[in-house]
């Protein structure tokens, strides 16, 4: 069963813990993508990754880390310099390469972490 | 800023009635995307349409995209209650490495 999986979906932390967000997707897919929602906003773009081992910050980055040491996985974590973590959490994936169109996203289900 | 926006932000109406919800954009694009987004779900990918393309159809969905006024449309015919969701549109940007997304409709269908 192809698709995208984020882990957990919900998490609960403490203000001044770093927590980390799973993100794993099986569509063979070269670019990964995290986005952070905001309740009745947009997606705002925190990092993007066209190829393993290498990523781009997207306009949120501060507060965030990332890595992409397999071309299936893409977490992020979430560290205490964040000043306001609490958010809805989205990865997505896209068959795009590091040139070209950007095509279609497939998003995963989300993580909603509370921090408090 | 580079997202879209979406017009207008919530929407009600009655199930049977068609939706329309109206994007626009500021910058030269290589296509434009619709997105929809249940309550606390991720987003699925609803059609995309080209920079050189002016209206497209998938189903009860008719896109249409002006380039000359940067704006497009996303019309929903013969609505029901499961098309309650918010709907955002994303354009490729031209030399852009990612999607830009608006900041959504809210559309309410009330059964």
């Known amino acids: 069963d192809g698709g995208i999986t984020q882990s957990p979906k919900y998490l609960f932390r403490k203000e001044g813990q770093n927590v980390t967000l799973s993100c794993e997707q099986n569509?063979?897919?070269?670019?990964m993508y995290w986005y952070r929602q905001d309740p009745g906003q947009g997606l705002r773009l925190i990092y993007y990754?066209?190829?393993?081992?290498?990523?781009q910050k997207g306009d949120i980055a501060e507060g965030y880390s990332v890595s992409r040491e397999k071309k299936e996985s893409f977490p992020l974590t979430v560290t205490s310099a964040q000043k306001n973590p609490t958010a809805f959490y989205l990865c997505?994936?896209?068959?795009?390469?590091?040139?070209?169109?950007?095509?279609?996203?497939?998003f995963g289900p989300g993580t909603r972490l509370t921090v408090t | 800023s580079q997202q879209g926006e979406e017009d207008p932000q919530a929407l009600s109406i009655q199930e049977g009635e068609n939706a329309t919800m109206n994007c626009s954009y500021k910058?030269?694009?290589?296509?434009l995307q619709w997105y929809r987004q249940n309550s606390g779900r991720g987003l699925v990918h609803l059609i995309l349409?080209?920079?050189?393309?002016r209206e497209k159809h998938s189903g009860r969905l008719r896109v249409t995209l002006d380039t000359s006024k940067k704006s497009s449309s996303l019309l929903i015919t013969a609505s029901r209650a499961a098309d309650t969701a918010s709907y955002f549109c994303?354009?490729?940007?031209?030399?852009?490495?990612?999607?830009?997304f608006g900041t959504g409709t809210r559309l309410t269908v009330i059964p």
């Open positions: 349409i080209r920079s050189n393309e």
């Open positions: 990754s066209q190829i393993v081992n290498d990523f």
């Open positions: 910058t030269s694009i290589n296509n």
């Open positions: 997505a994936s896209s068959p795009d390469g590091s040139r070209g169109v950007r095509n279609e996203q497939y």
């Open positions: 569509l063979n897919h070269d670019a």
């Open positions: 994303a354009t490729a940007q031209t030399g852009a490495n990612n999607l830009f």
